[in-house]
């Protein structure tokens, strides 16, 4: 909504007739919604002429703009979460009663993904439920755009499925490993593996990549899908973990802890990781709050999906 107000002192000086004249081609153009070329057949003026008018009226604060939107105090966090943190981009869903969270930050990622990605694009990607929910959603995108994705771990069975990509299909490159494996020697030598480390490689190609978070609490997604044990968990826990990400835990400051685990993860590194310009993590819940201020600290990701209410703590946990 805008309004005509009084002109305020901020360096322009307008005369009585200016006022009058910005202030009609205000009404007509913001409360009767003519358009620029219409106010101008009306008061007799160019159209030009109407555009610096309104110009000239929003600077000098004749006229001020007011969005009314439950997006607007969204709109705003992004903005605080993008300077507190460093950020290229941030994506807030506002907060809505009732509403399960998961699929409102699926939707949020998918389109920030579709605004991003050109045809022929390839997107690294991730594991989890805030991934999986985004690339259901996207399914249709990638053939239609000559989209190709790329898994950034192991772990086929984290993808075929959950993601919407039902067997085989030449648009999705897969590391054809579990995430995790029985020892340090198996990981090497599939880590070499051609048709791995190409997989690897390709990822690192990627212009984006999108993640998701990984909390410490026993019904995180690797206990699930069987990668870690509640009980070990739980010692990551104590040897100061609050997060993953690809399978690599991390402390409060984003730093990977020296874990026996991460020599049997057969993924894109951290390191690495960081090698791919926008990398999107996708994440909400107070669950997962102490997850992402450890990735956003580390620079694990750069670009910031979640909702309200965690965007909220995350400001007042920075």
């Known amino acids: 909504m805008s309004q005509v107000s009084t002109p305020q002192d901020n360096g322009f000086l307008l005369d009585a007739e200016e006022v009058e004249q910005i202030s009609r081609a205000a009404w007509h153009y913001y409360n009767d919604g003519l358009t620029q070329n219409q106010i101008a057949d009306l008061v007799g003026v160019s ?8 110009e000239k009226g929003r600077q000098a604060g004749l006229i001020e703009l007011r969005i009314n939107s439950p997006h607007e105090g969204s709109l705003g966090l992004q903005e605080e979460l993008v300077s507190a943190f460093g950020l290229t981009q941030a994506r807030v869903v506002p907060q809505a009663e009732g509403l399960a969270a998961g699929p409102r930050i699926g939707r949020a990622a998918a389109s920030l993904l579709t605004q991003g990605l050109c045809p022929n694009d390839l997107l690294a990607i991730g594991w989890g439920e805030a991934v999986s929910t985004t690339l259901r959603y996207m399914a249709p995108v990638f ?3 000559n989209i190709s994705l790329v898994s950034l771990t192991g772990g086929v069975s984290a993808y075929i499925g959950n993601t919407g990509l039902y067997g085989p299909q030449g648009f999705a490159h897969l590391i054809p490993t579990p995430l995790r494996v029985s020892s340090t020697e198996l990981a090497e030598m599939l880590r070499l593996e051609p048709y791995v480390r190409n997989v690897l490689d390709m990822a690192l190609t990627a212009k ?3 993640i998701g978070v990984g909390s410490v609490a026993r019904s995180a997604t690797l206990v699930r899908y069987g990668y870690c044990t509640g009980a070990e968990i739980e010692l990551f826990t104590r040897r100061g973990a609050v997060g ?10 984003g730093q990977i802890l020296d874990l026996d685990v991460h020599r049997h993860v057969v993924a894109v590194t951290p390191d690495d990781l960081r090698q791919i310009p926008s990398v999107i993590g996708a994440a909400a819940g107070p669950e997962k709050v102490e997850a992402i201020l450890g990735l956003l600290r580390g620079r694990l990701a750069n670009i910031l ?3 309200e209410p965690t965007a909220r703590e995350l400001l007042r946990r920075k």
Do not use: E, H, M, W
Not at 47 to 54: A, D, P, T
Not at 246 to 252: A, H, I, N, S
């Open 208 to 210: 984006t990549a999108l």
């Open 244 to 253: 993953d990400v690809l399978g690599y835990f991390y402390d409060r400051d």
């Open 143 to 145: 053939p239609q755009n």
């Open 305 to 307: 999906v979640t909702d």
């Open 47 to 54: 159209r030009i002429k109407v555009s610096r008018l309104l």
